[in-house]
């Protein structure tokens, strides 16, 4: 088992940045691939980023490259969604999750936390 809190959520005008975190505990965390994905009301969860255990992999959605970041800290057991140049349809609630399979798509992903809003205004 792999628990999930994320924080940093928000309200931030359009153009402006926030920073995700995601707290883990329970098994190596190390030996998890890390994702971020987004769900929008009305809308499917989206996939946003994720990251290998390593933290020397990386992929991004297409909506979200080349304006965010995801990063991880394995001592610290947290991965980190970096985003900037934020825009009113990047408000969603934002969750993290934990895979040992796959990469981009949510079924892959056995572990989830309980997700963090973030509001954007324009």
């Known amino acids: 088992q792999v628990q999930l809190v994320e924080s940093g959520g928000g309200a931030v005008q359009a153009g402006g940045s926030l920073r995700l975190s995601c707290a883990a505990s329970?098994?190596?965390?190390?030996?998890?691939?890390m994702g971020w994905f987004r769900q929008a009301p009305g809308k499917e969860r989206e996939f946003v980023a994720t990251?290998?255990?390593?933290?020397?992999?990386?992929e991004y959605a297409d909506s979200v490259k080349g304006r965010s970041t995801i990063s991880r800290d394995n001592a610290n057991w947290t991965v980190y969604l970096q985003m900037g140049s934020l825009k009113a349809e990047d408000t969603a609630v934002y969750f993290c999750?934990?895979?040992?399979?796959?990469?981009?798509?949510?079924?892959?992903?056995?572990?989830w936390g309980q997700g963090t809003q973030v509001t954007v205004s324009s």
């Open positions: 999750a934990a895979s040992n399979r796959g990469w981009s798509r949510a079924s892959d992903y056995a572990y």
């Open positions: 990251i290998s255990g390593s933290g020397g992999l990386t």
């Open positions: 329970g098994r190596t965390f190390s030996s998890y691939r």
